[in-house]
Antibody, heavy 122, light 107 residues
């Protein structure tokens, strides 16, 4: 079964650092892009950025460039999203998702993780 | 950055009726458009990609159409499990993607 399993909920204080993870299984991890998506409480979906674990090619949405770091360790089929200094406004649900692929090429996100809740509060 | 605008924000429909959701792009995106369904407490689910291709396991009552800047998601006969929020999303190989703000389909 193809799946993405994310790390558990986090509660942090402003200024702290954090790294959350997304582990892929049931497919060749290095052949598919992994996307990170933010959902703030009661709000819609926001694209944060994307990484290709095969060569670590990474792109960021302009809204998140410089705010977070996306990385991957292909040896353990895991992608990461990290913050150097959290703010209260980072409180949200974060999803990882796989960019799908078929004979027509890459398309949208066909497999999603369960989400990781991050709460930043003093 | 391409801006995706969905309408209406909320759509009130009765079970068995047809629902039509719209998504407009601020510039042409060809057919690089996906639709997702999100129910409360759940991760989004891919319904449609490449504007009109149904994802694996998606019922035939869901259909997508459009190209360029205007897109439509149609649910031919709403079932109780279809009441949810629906998002459109533009994707391309420049990897700078955006979502619409969502349409809530309610009873």
């Amino acid at each position: 079964e193809v799946q993405l399993v994310q790390s558990g909920a986090e509660v942090k204080k402003p200024g702290e650092s954090l790294k959350i993870s997304c582990k892929g299984s049931g497919y060749i991890f290095t052949n598919y892009w992994i996307v990170w998506v933010r959902q703030m409480p009661g709000k819609g979906l926001e694209y944060m950025g994307i990484i290709f674990p095969g060569d670590s090619d990474t792109r960021y949405s302009p809204s998140f460039q410089g705010q977070v770091t996306i990385s991957a360790d292909k040896s353990i089929s895991t992608a990461y999203l990290q913050w150097g200094s959290l703010e209260a406004s980072d409180t949200a649900l974060y999803y990882c998702a796989r960019r799908g692929f078929d004979s027509g090429g890459y398309f949208g996100m066909d497999v999603w993780g369960q989400g990781t809740t991050v709460t930043v509060s003093s | 950055e391409v801006v995706m605008t969905q309408s209406p924000a909320t759509l009130s429909v009765s079970p068995g009726e047809r629902a039509t959701l719209s998504c407009r792009a601020s510039q042409t995106v060809s057919t690089n458009l996906a639709w997702y369904q999100q129910k409360p407490g759940q991760a989004p689910r891919l319904l449609i990609y490449d504007a009109s291709a149904r994802a694996t396991g998606i019922p035939a009552r869901f259909s997508g159409s459009g190209s360029g800047t205007e897109f439509t998601l149609t649910i031919s006969s709403l079932q109780s499990e279809d009441f949810a929020v629906y998002y459109c999303q533009h994707y391309d190989n420049r990897l700078s993607w955006t979502f619409g703000q969502g349409t809530k389909v309610e009873i």
